[in-house]
């Protein structure tokens, strides 16, 4: 009951995901991300949190995505009523759509992205989340709620918008993670006015001198 885009930024090899849902709760639910592994999405009729971390187990351990989502999807006797995509280190994109999830539905792999979604208003959604962020300017996360914009204004999620979510992974800093767990009519709008709040001031200062994988025992100045 979803839509999401995983993306690998070729410029800064940094990774992001987000998402959107007429639920609650999305970015606790579907995303997952490990710079060393990649990201991943799980969603679907009855998402399952296990797909989002076994997968990216697989491509820690070596795993191309399109192999990792399927060893994780083969072993799930109740895999047609979940949805599964994932995005390694290589930008290389790998997705599972169950049949029991509701149309429209499905995934679109591009270089160095994956859209997926369920319940969609029409499935052109995937094609418009795409070229949003393709399309977008700036930094990666204001291109992320872009593209999920992009996604809204075509149709998206059939039921409306109740959460939206951002998780942006880089090297030299600590994680993004951003959720608009609920909210009654503009999550979209909600998770920009986070983003702007988190990405300047005194917040981004302090985040910006907390442990990241490049520097594990950076501290305050």
Same mark, same amino acid.
Not at 20 to 26: E, K, R
Not at 54 to 71: F, I, K, N, S, T
């Given at each position: 009951?979803?839509?999401?885009?995983?993306?690998?930024?070729?410029?800064?090899?940094?990774?992001?995901?987000?998402?959107?849902?007429?639920?609650?709760?999305?970015?606790?639910?579907?995303?997952?991300?490990?710079?060393?592994?990649?990201?991943?999405?799980?969603?679907?009729?009855?998402?399952?949190?296990?797909?989002?971390?076994?997968?990216?187990?697989?491509?820690?351990?070596? *795993?191309?995505? #399109? !192999?990792?989502? +399927?060893?994780?999807?083969? &072993?799930?006797?109740?895999? /047609?009523?979940?949805? =599964?995509? @994932?995005?390694?280190?290589?930008?290389?994109?790998?997705?599972?759509?169950?049949?029991?999830?509701?149309?429209?539905?499905?995934?679109?792999?591009?270089?160095?992205?994956?859209?997926?979604?369920?319940?969609?208003?029409?499935?052109?959604?995937?094609?418009?989340?795409?070229?949003?962020?393709?399309?977008?300017?700036?930094?990666?996360?204001?291109?992320?709620?872009?593209?999920?914009?992009?996604?809204?204004?075509?149709?998206?999620?059939?039921?409306?918008?109740?959460?939206?979510?951002? *998780?942006?992974? #880089? !090297?030299?800093? +600590?994680?993004?993670?951003? &959720?608009?767990?609920?909210? /009654?009519?503009?999550? =979209?709008? @909600?998770?920009?006015?986070?983003?702007?709040?988190?990405?300047?001031?005194?917040?981004?200062?302090?985040?910006?001198?907390?442990?990241?994988?490049?520097?594990?025992?950076?501290?305050?100045?």
């Amino acid at each position: 009951m979803t839509f999401s885009l995983l993306v690998r930024d070729p410029e800064t090899g940094a990774l992001a995901g987000a998402a959107a849902t007429g639920s609650l709760c999305v970015g606790g639910w579907v995303l997952r991300g490990d710079l060393r592994a990649g990201m991943s999405a799980s969603q679907g009729a009855s998402p399952s949190s296990f797909w989002g971390e076994d997968v990216l187990r697989c491509m820690a351990e070596g *795993l191309p995505a #399109r !192999r990792a989502v +399927a060893e994780v999807v083969e &072993r799930d006797r109740n895999r /047609e009523d979940r949805q =599964l995509s @994932a995005l390694d280190v290589g930008g290389q994109g790998g997705a599972f759509t169950g049949a029991n999830n509701g149309d429209e539905k499905g995934a679109l792999i591009f270089p160095n992205g994956i859209v997926a979604g369920n319940i969609l208003a029409d499935a052109k959604v995937l094609v418009a989340i795409r070229d949003g962020y393709l399309d977008a300017q700036g930094p990666l996360g204001r291109r992320m709620i872009a593209a999920l914009e992009a996604g809204r204004a075509a149709g998206g999620d059939s039921r409306g918008l109740m959460s939206a979510a951002l *998780l942006e992974l #880089r !090297r030299d800093t +600590a994680p993004l993670t951003l &959720r608009v767990d609920f909210h /009654e009519s503009d999550p =979209l709008g @909600a998770l920009v006015d986070l983003y702007a709040h988190a990405t300047s001031g005194e917040y981004a200062y302090w985040a910006r001198q907390v442990p990241s994988l490049d520097d594990p025992e950076r501290g305050l100045d």
